[in-house]
């Protein structure tokens, strides 16, 4: 089932869902706790779940001669696997990130293909983020520079237009596709207005729903949506919240997303003792997120988990 369709039927009756995101096990792990991690949340019955997609990372290999070797590895390979082996398990709609990032368009359309051989017919089309120690992103020789050409691409590919040109098709993909949105603006965009011109592309490229980047602050989210309708984005916008978890993320969060954190959020963790209580604090703050977003008549609210969902059961046991 598209993912538009899921979320439009939630909006229809009326009672808020969920959904979240997972990382695909770490190179060497099984899908163990994968497992263990989605077990505790079905009985809220989420909506659907995404997993995200890990470009490789650059590692350096001293040869016998002294010299460096620059080599590339994928900690977290899998997306596709663990996709298939989630869906199978739970019968639970699963949305693969796809990402431009280390990867030509001969690689996007395998792995398209082999989505589509698996049933998966939702994906997250993103440009994804910059090779580890390097300021811009550099798109690979034959691949795509911003998500929009990826968006592009697989909406050719429903069309039955394939890179090398049309096929003659006794099949065709289905692929609906969602796109990254940022309340806070991406931290590369010169201004707000001018991310949100290119968000328009990627909707008007054939996005049909949105995923938002993390926000603590739901007014930001909510004047966010209101920014979208007006610019003529009328896709559904689904919220990303991210439950606090340690005080480490006092420093990480702003670092790696570029978001702001609200004072008193971080007055309440600066408070905490260790990261247990931080882990409560979050919880409460998800909460009350979530209860604001509801209250604004948000129909799904999508969680980031990083693959541990103890709060996330006590978040959904108070929302869902
Ligand atoms: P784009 O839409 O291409 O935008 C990137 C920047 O370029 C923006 O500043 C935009 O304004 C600008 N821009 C867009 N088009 C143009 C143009 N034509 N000309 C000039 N400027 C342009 N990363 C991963 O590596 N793996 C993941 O699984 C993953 N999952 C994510 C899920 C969500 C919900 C979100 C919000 C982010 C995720 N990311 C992931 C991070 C994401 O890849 C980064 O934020 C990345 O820097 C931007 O991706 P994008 O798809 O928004 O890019």
């Given at each position: 089932m598209h993912i538009t369709d899921i979320i439009r039927k939630a909006g229809a009756e009326g009672k808020p869902r969920f959904s979240f995101e997972l990382l695909p096990p770490l190179?060497?792990?099984?899908?163990q706790r994968t497992f263990e991690a989605i077990d505790p949340l079905m009985e809220f019955s989420p909506i659907f779940c995404s997993v995200t997609y890990h470009r490789e990372d650059v590692k350096y290999v001293e040869k016998e001669n002294g010299l460096l070797e620059r080599h590339t590895v994928r900690r977290r390979p899998g997306t596709v696997g663990i996709s298939a082996a989630i869906m199978q398990r739970y019968g639970l709609t699963v949305i693969p990130h796809l990402i431009?990032?280390?990867?030509s368009r001969y690689d996007i359309e395998d792995a398209l293909i082999d989505l589509d051989f698996l049933g998966i017919q939702n994906v997250l089309a993103l440009r994804g983020?910059?090779?580890?120690?390097?300021?811009t992103f550099r798109n690979h020789p034959d691949g795509h520079l911003h998500a929009s050409e990826l968006v592009e691409q697989i909406e050719r590919m429903n069309r039955g237009v394939f890179i090398d040109g049309e096929v003659e098709q006794c099949h065709n993909t289905n692929f609906c596709i969602g796109v990254a949105g940022y309340p806070e603006k991406?931290?590369?965009?010169?201004n707000k207005a001018e991310d949100l011109r290119r968000l328009k592309e990627k909707v008007d490229a054939g996005a049909a729903y949105i995923i938002t980047q993390m926000s603590f602050d739901s007014a930001k989210i909510l004047s966010f949506i209101d920014d979208c309708r007006a610019a003529g984005i009328d896709v559904p916008i689904v919220p990303g919240i991210k439950p606090f978890s340690t005080?480490?993320?006092?420093?990480m969060l702003p670092q790696i997303f570029h978001v702001d954190l609200p004072e008193a959020l971080v007055e309440t963790v600066k408070r905490c003792n260790n990261n247990a209580e931080v882990r409560e604090a979050g919880v409460e703050w998800a909460i009350a997120q979530g209860r604001e977003l509801i209250a604004a008549g948000i129909p799904v609210l999508h969680f980031y988990t990083m693959g541990k969902t103890d709060n996330m059961v006590k978040i959904a046991r108070a929302l869902f």
């Open positions: 190179k060497g792990d099984g899908t431009c990032g280390g990867q983020d910059n090779l580890k120690g390097e300021h991406h931290a590369e965009a010169p005080k480490a993320q006092l420093t």
